[in-house]
């Protein structure tokens, strides 16, 4: 009698701590969801208003009809997607390789090479798109020693068009593949992989069946970001695309400043959005979102 | 008490000499920056202080949000009068700012021409020679002038009159054929004929020295005083006047700009020929107000080089920035893709 009622009394003062806790993780995180709601939610909430009023300011779905009857719209936004499949691909073929070799090495020379990864990703944007423009163009780097040890005759067009684009795209991307990927590798236990050829694989047959699988899904996690960061991609396409690459984001650019239609460029704004919300949920069916943000196992 | 007293009036009379100038950096602004600016604001005690922008849409952002920072900002001369139109600009006020040495048509209701430029075309030295191309006609003539072309990619000033110039249109005719849907049409069409030869579409000035230096095309439309500084930094670069086209850069005050009666003061006094005549020394565009060429700082050398209105078409931005924005957008869109 006396040991229940003292359950009750307890299970009520846990159940009121359990209260105050809540509350107070809520008075911690509230600072957060403030500045969240005022600089994320007000701001596209009006973007979504702005891209509804006609040039006359009155509603208008005029923003959206256009990007369905212009021929030019379709091609900016199969050049989008162009441009941020071929990268993903790219970034896949090059950086999982990479991430398997640093995943290989012993621990002290992986941090080392790990910083030829990190590096660049700690360079401004701007600098490295500079810098492959540089080395790329027809008076480059590359061309003048190419040229110089006899691998090829005359300059050779590299930049300006979609394979300098993709080539700067790549090199900026990869990290965002390799970290997560490299991630995922490093958590598998490798006794998996002893087990597989103690039971007959041969090391081929062990990788496919065993390693690649558990890879998957930091592999998917950093495809995902890559191809997302892709779609609204705009220093890297503008510098090295020569004009000719043009993506939503450079859209949006000359929307704004060349025409100073903001209901025009909010709609595009607004239809990239939804479009990555898409891809989001989609990939939401297949993987563990919060693996991205780097929770969960 | 008293301390604080004269910190607020030292503040207030700072603030009373302050003056905000905005431009388009790179060599443009350096020059302006030796030639008028600098000298202008320790000739008058002025606290001055320099930005570089990107145009008519940042002051259009300030002057909507009312926060604007800027006194008086270089524009190029069409979207000067779409701005004066859309209420974003201050009026000149004549009476401070003497125009009566001007050349005819460099001033406006709202803006105050600065200097002479000229778009035209430069060639790369090692490709074609100091004899280079020396008309629209040879700049779309891929068979004479084998090679790639760079070409305008993010506005039509200056963009549709060279392609009717290579069609066989008088440089005095081209804005009368322009002023029709045809014209336009017809200079869209040619720039799509040469297209296959255009390697870059460039959206800068910066670009076009950038492109011409390092020899990444062989030729390029732009602006004579890009050009010039790309030869300068040892670019195998030249460039001709013949038909080009004379523009105009003027400065603009934003409406509300926080020191509007001083920002026309200093506007009046970098208009006077004698801040006028030094900008060549370090850009080689013309000055607007004639008088500067009677001070004896031009030299006759440096005049050959400077963009000649007698030579060549004013630019017209009526029939092509004005009208409505669908139509620009066509426009332009035609002319990338």
Redesign the interface.
């Known amino acids: 009698m006396a040991a229940s009622l003292a359950n009750e009394t307890n299970a009520a003062g846990l159940r009121h701590d359990e209260r105050v806790e809540k509350l107070k993780l809520f008075g911690l995180s509230a600072p957060a969801l403030l500045i969240v709601f005022v600089v994320l939610v007000i701001p596209v909430g009006w973007l979504f208003y702005l891209s509804f009023l006609g040039?006359d300011g009155t509603f208008s779905l005029e923003n959206y009809t256009r990007m369905i009857d212009?021929k030019?719209y379709r091609?900016i936004f199969e050049m989008t997607f162009e441009v941020s499949v071929l990268t993903t691909a790219l970034t896949i073929l090059i950086g999982y390789p990479m991430a398997y070799f640093l995943a290989q090495l012993p621990n002290r020379l992986a941090s080392v090479f790990m910083i030829a990864v990190l590096l660049p990703f700690w360079t401004s944007l701007l600098v490295r798109t500079y810098a492959w423009l540089v080395l790329l163009?027809?008076?480059?780097l590359i061309n003048q020693w190419a040229i110089a040890l006899g691998f090829w005759d005359e300059p050779i067009?590299m930049v300006?068009d979609l394979n300098g684009t993709l080539i700067g795209m790549v090199h900026i991307m990869l990290p965002f593949l390799i970290l997560p990927t490299y991630g995922a590798m490093k958590s598998i236990d490798r006794d998996l992989m002893k087990a597989a050829s103690n039971l007959g694989a041969s090391p081929k047959h062990a990788f496919w069946t065993v390693f690649f699988p558990l890879t998957i899904p930091g592999l998917f996690a950093g495809a995902l970001m890559v191809f997302i960061l892709c779609l609204g991609f705009y220093v890297t396409p503008?510098v090295l695309g020569?004009?000719?690459v043009?993506m939503v984001s450079m859209k949006i650019v000359?929307n704004?400043?060349?025409?100073?239609?903001w209901g025009a460029a909010s709609a595009l704004g607004v239809v990239l959005l939804i479009m990555t919300m898409i891809i989001l949920w989609i990939a939401s069916k297949f993987l563990n979102l919060d693996r991205i943000a780097g929770g969960g196992h | 008490m008293i301390l604080a007293a004269t910190l607020l009036a030292s503040t207030a009379m700072a603030q009373e000499n302050e003056l905000t100038v905005a431009s388009w950096g790179g060599s443009f602004q350096d020059a302006e920056s030796k030639a008028l600016f600098e000298p202008a604001a320790e000739a008058m005690g002025i606290d001055l202080t320099q930005e570089t922008y990107?145009?008519m849409?940042d002051v259009?952002l300030q002057v909507q949000t009312g926060q604007v920072t800027f006194d008086l900002v270089a524009s190029g001369t069409g979207s000067a009068a779409r701005a004066g139109a859309e209420g974003l600009l201050e009026p000149i006020d004549y009476d401070v700012v003497d125009v009566s040495n001007f050349l005819e048509g460099t001033y406006s209701e709202y803006c105050v021409g600065s200097d002479v430029f000229s778009t035209t075309y430069a060639w790369n030295t090692d490709t074609y020679g100091e004899d280079g191309p020396n008309s629209w006609a040879d700049f779309w003539d891929t068979e004479k002038f084998p090679g790639s072309r760079a070409y305008r990619?993010?506005?039509v000033a200056g963009a549709l009159e060279p392609a009717l110039m290579a069609d066989g249109v008088a440089l005095e005719d081209v804005y009368s054929v322009l002023d029709s849907e045809e014209g336009i049409e017809r200079a869209i069409e040619k720039v799509r004929e040469l297209k296959p030869h255009i390697?870059?579409?460039?959206?800068s000035g910066a670009q076009q020295a950038q492109l011409m230096k390092?020899?990444?095309v062989d030729m390029s439309t732009g602006w004579n005083g890009r050009f010039d500084t790309a030869a300068r930094d040892g670019g195998k670069v030249a460039y001709s006047f013949n038909q080009g086209l004379a523009d105009v850069d003027c400065f603009a005050i934003p409406k509300g700009a926080p020191h509007k009666d001083l920002a026309m003061k200093f506007l009046a006094e970098i208009s006077k020929p004698e801040y006028q005549d030094d900008l060549p020394k370090y850009i080689p565009y013309g000055p607007t107000n004639m008088l500067a060429y009677e001070t004896g700082e031009i030299s006759p050398e440096v005049a050959a080089m400077l963009p000649h209105l007698r030579k060549m078409q004013l630019c017209s931005f009526r029939s092509l920035l004005s009208g409505t924005?669908?139509g620009?957008?066509r426009r332009?869109?035609c002319i990338?893709?």
Do not use: P, T, Y
């Open positions: 040039a212009r030019s091609r163009q027809k008076q480059g067009k300006h503008a020569g004009g000719k043009i000359s704004i400043e060349m025409f100073v239609n | 990107s145009g849409s259009r990619g993010n506005s390697e870059v579409f460039w959206s390092d020899g990444e924005s669908s620009k957008r332009m869109k990338r893709k």
